[in-house]
């Protein structure tokens, strides 16, 4: 009697492999789109460990995301300059931010979550915004040199973006590995739980409060820790990073690659980067063309891209392709 | 087989606005014996349910669960002293498998809601634990299937197995049989007495099928307008010229129509 099915590790692998020489086969300008998606990426799969498996919808993932970039910033500018430090303070720091307000947010659920978390972004943006001695105000936070990255003693510089790539797949790979061992743990299959009825899970004993606020946690901390590499990576924290609108970048990626599967957030963040450096090759009015591609695909993949190609190749499978 | 009451309610009122739901209730429940709840729609059955399980304060009133006073507790709390409760709309996990399903009270019980490190594919403990809960209620054979896709008899048995996977003392099941073909209803009545019967479990049920109560009910009660009419033997009961009342002068005998 198996629990789970087994994770895809071939295919996991594959893509793993592809990523790793992908710097060396694309141009730099494809490198650098890469380096957004993974980091873009990463930030859409934390907002689904909410959104996909425990079912709570955030507006304000971008909130977390932002606190990781102006941490990171912050300690560069003020503190060690080690971009491990940095990269700590980023995820530390959106943990220790979401949980006074996950305490808030999960004492409801369905739209009135979504208010709440919606409600919070709007507060840490105008922070962002309006601290100008703290957080330099409209004009973001920059100006910070970036140090050398220490790897067991090799000291790599990182001003070569294919050099600043591996980093961020580093990165991105062992905050996806946790995302996967969290969602396939017990404490995953209480949060599915919990998603599916969460009156029965609190009818078998269980705190719904405590496990949603600490999915709330875990997800706001690998949220900060994109924010702290997309900072690095632009060599700026800025407030728009905070914005609702932000956010709703995570919901559409996660819609658009699929909620129900583990990579599909992170297939989402692909296809919106690749179509919108497709699209604006060619016309200024992009939005228009990435809106109509936007609503075909949604149309035609309900599940999302990544989970409607589970779905056929599952079916493919087990009845020939029926 | 102790004289204590495994559930004590002394003087329970619940009040919505101005709706009386239920006007001081007591009652007393003995460790091991299978008792049924009966009434008319609308009595205060599943309200007094309610009350017991933690989901509403009552308005005045006390509950006792094992000596021990418990009301205005969360129902979270409740259910880690042992009282578990079924509901009256099949309430599961409808997108999970049945497994997963028996698994989340299984890893709560034993203290794994917040591991989030350990992979669950590794718990073989749990999974075997399942596995006999399942065989218990007949559904070892679908244990991989989407819950959502069986049929409507089996759902019901999986909130069985839910409850039973966290080792209760007392179990309430609200109107365990609503909604079964006669055959699904039978599986269900055997289920229940064998479980009153081979476990420390004690079964405390509502139920709207006379047929149900009066075949494996050892004590019954009667609430009507949210009043306790009358409690008794299934034979006191039958003869009782009150309840026959409440029932419109219908006979109990015959199966709910």
């Known amino acids: 009697m198996k629990i789970l099915p087994r994770f895809p590790l071939i295919p996991g692998l594959v893509l793993f492999g592809a990523l790793i020489s992908a710097p060396f086969i694309l141009s730099i300008y494809w490198v650098m789109i890469l380096t957004e998606i993974l980091t873009m990426g990463l930030f859409a799969m934390s907002f689904n460990l909410l959104f996909g498996y425990t079912g709570l919808l955030s507006f304000g993932q971008a909130g977390f995301f932002g606190a990781g970039a102006y941490c990171a910033v912050l300690t560069l500018l003020h503190g060690p300059a080690s971009l491990w430090a940095a990269l700590a303070a980023g995820f530390l720091g959106a943990a220790l931010l979401a949980l006074p307000i996950g305490w808030l947010c999960v004492r409801r659920d369905e739209i009135y979550f979504a208010i709440l978390t919606l409600g919070f972004g709007m507060m840490l943006f105008t922070v962002a915004h309006n601290w100008r001695s703290v957080t330099g105000g409209s004009d973001g936070l920059g100006n910070f040199t970036l140090p050398k990255l220490d790897l067991f003693g090799w000291s790599i510089s990182l001003f070569n973006p294919r050099h600043f790539y591996f980093l961020v797949l580093l990165i991105a790979a062992a905050g996806a590995l946790l995302l996967l061992r969290v969602v396939r743990s017990p404490f995953g299959l209480l ?114 891209v990544l989970g409607s190609a589970v779905d056929f190749i599952d079916r493919f499978r087990k009845g020939g392709g029926r | 087989m102790t004289q204590d009451p495994i559930l004590e309610v002394r003087n329970i009122s619940r009040s919505f606005g101005k709706f009386q739901a239920l006007t001081d209730v007591s009652l007393s429940i003995q460790t091991g014996r299978l008792c049924a709840l009966i009434g008319p729609n609308g009595a205060g059955k599943t309200t007094f349910y309610n009350v017991v399980s933690g989901r509403y304060r009552p308005t005045t009133g006390k509950v006792f669960f094992k000596g021990r006073e418990v009301g205005g507790l969360p129902s979270h709390r409740l259910v880690s002293m042992g009282l578990l409760r079924s509901f009256q709309i099949t309430n599961i996990f409808p997108a999970l498998t049945v497994l997963e399903n028996v698994l989340v009270p299984l890893l709560v019980h034993h203290g794994m809601s917040f591991s989030c490190l350990k992979s669950i594919r590794k718990q073989g403990e749990l999974a075997e634990e399942a596995d006999r ?112 009342h409440a029932y419109l002068g219908g006979s109990l005998d015959a199966p709910g129509q």
């Open chain 1, 191 to 304: 949060l599915r739980g919990t998603r599916e009825n969460s009156n029965r899970v609190s009818f078998v004993g269980a705190n719904v409060r405590s496990v949603r606020l600490f999915a709330f946690v875990v997800s706001g901390a690998l949220a900060g820790l994109a924010g702290a590499l997309f900072a690095l990576f632009n060599r700026i924290a800025s407030p728009e990073m905070l914005h609702w609108a932000f956010s709703g970048k995570a919901v559409l990626m996660t819609i658009l690659g699929g909620s129900g599967v583990f990579l599909g957030p992170a297939v989402g963040a692909a296809i919106f980067f690749v179509l919108e450096h497709s699209i604006t090759a060619y016309t200024t009015n992009w939005m228009i063309f990435l809106g109509m591609i936007l609503i075909v695909l949604v149309l035609v993949f309900p599940k999302g």
């Open chain 2, 133 to 244: 809960i399942l065989g218990r209620v007949g559904l070892r054979g679908v244990s991989d299937h989407v819950v959502s896709t069986l049929a409507y008899g089996d759902k019901r048995l999986i909130e069985i197995a839910i409850v039973l996977a966290r080792r209760p003392t007392l179990v309430l099941l609200d109107e365990p049989t609503a909604g079964m073909n006669p055959e699904e209803t039978d599986r269900m009545i055997h289920l229940i007495k064998d479980l009153s019967e081979h476990s420390d479990t004690t079964f405390f049920i509502t139920e709207h099928d006379m047929k149900v109560v009066f075949s494996v009910a050892e004590r019954i009660f009667v609430l009507n307008q949210g009043c306790l009419l009358a409690e008794g033997t299934p034979e006191e009961i039958r003869n009782n010229p009150d309840v026959k």
